[in-house]
């Protein structure tokens, strides 16, 4: 096994106000309120899982009142030394902005931003593979900020329209494992996105809907090791057969924010660079 998470370094946030108070996809039911303690320690062993596999983690301070500061990976989008930063959708999250935009500034980063007016849901929509920047739109990001991503990026940008609003955010739906190969659910995109990517991607691995369901496509990538929702077999059987390394991690009370463990991570350095 390569030791894939030797050089990633991730931003977490701890669960401490993580709760279920509005809804603004469709998993979230105020019904159905999640258990802070349980989501605590789940989310304590996913970052102990990701540590042992030698990843890096920086957190930023939980903020009472913003209970989707957890889902990290849509702070915004990292290329080296530099941020976009997220444009949410709902109101419910904005005020998250002005939280992540203060750790980045803290951090060193040089911050940019797109204009007011573009959703953009940053890493949860956009994901950078080899030359080529995937970005998803429709449900949380606006298909126009798309060649700004890309020229902020210097890369060409692949625009997919998600089509199923359970899979609201690229990250999904879709996850790359390498340069060429990605893990994806065909339902959630429509035929122009499915043959935009497999143009791109030499291996699609098609995930059943059932696992889809449970965000098996949500995953954190650390070289061979990727650490998926528990309760997804078939999907770790195809991986296995691919020579990565699943790992179970169970995400069950994030699942009812409608996020699992990639939600839950925003890469700042990937794996070998
Ligand atoms: N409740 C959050 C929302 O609807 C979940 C975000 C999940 N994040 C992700 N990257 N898919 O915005």
Redesign the pocket.
């Known amino acids: 096994m390569t030791d894939g998470g030797a050089s990633a370094r991730l931003l977490m946030c701890e669960p401490d106000h993580y709760e279920v108070r509005y809804e603004?996809?469709p998993w979230?039911s105020i019904k159905r309120p999640a258990d802070r303690r349980r989501a605590q320690s789940q989310w304590s062993a996913l970052r102990e899982a990701l540590q042992a596999a030698g990843a890096q983690i920086e957190l930023v301070e939980p903020v009472a009142g913003l209970p989707?500061l957890v889902?990290t990976?849509?702070a915004g989008m990292v290329l080296g030394s530099r941020v976009v930063m997220s444009n949410f959708r709902?109101p419910e999250?904005q005020p998250e902005e002005a939280v992540f935009r203060r750790w980045f500034e803290a951090a060193g980063y040089l911050v940019e931003v797109l204009p007011d007016r573009l959703a953009f849901?940053g890493?949860?929509d956009a994901f950078l593979v080899g030359d080529t920047l995937f970005a998803a739109y429709r449900f949380?990001s606006d298909v126009q900020g798309h060649h700004l991503l890309a020229e902020i990026a210097g890369t060409e940008a692949v625009s997919l329209e998600l089509t199923d609003p359970r899979f609201?955010?690229l990250?999904?739906c879709f996850c790359p494992l390498d340069g060429d190969t990605a893990l994806y659910y065909p339902g959630a995109f429509d035929d122009h996105g499915r043959r935009a990517m497999a143009n791109e991607i030499a291996t699609l691995i098609a995930v059943p809907e059932a696992e889809a369901l449970r965000f098996a496509c949500?995953a954190v990538v650390l070289g061979d090791a990727v650490f998926l929702q528990q309760g997804c077999p078939e999907t770790s059987r195809l991986l296995s057969d691919r020579g990565f390394q699943p790992h179970a991690v169970d995400l069950s009370e994030f699942l009812k924010?409608?996020?699992s463990a990639?939600?839950l991570a925003l890469f700042l350095e990937r794996p070998g660079g």
């Open positions: 603004i996809n979230m989707d889902f990976a849509n709902y999250r849901e890493e949860g949380r609201y955010h990250d999904t949500n924010a409608g996020g990639k939600c």
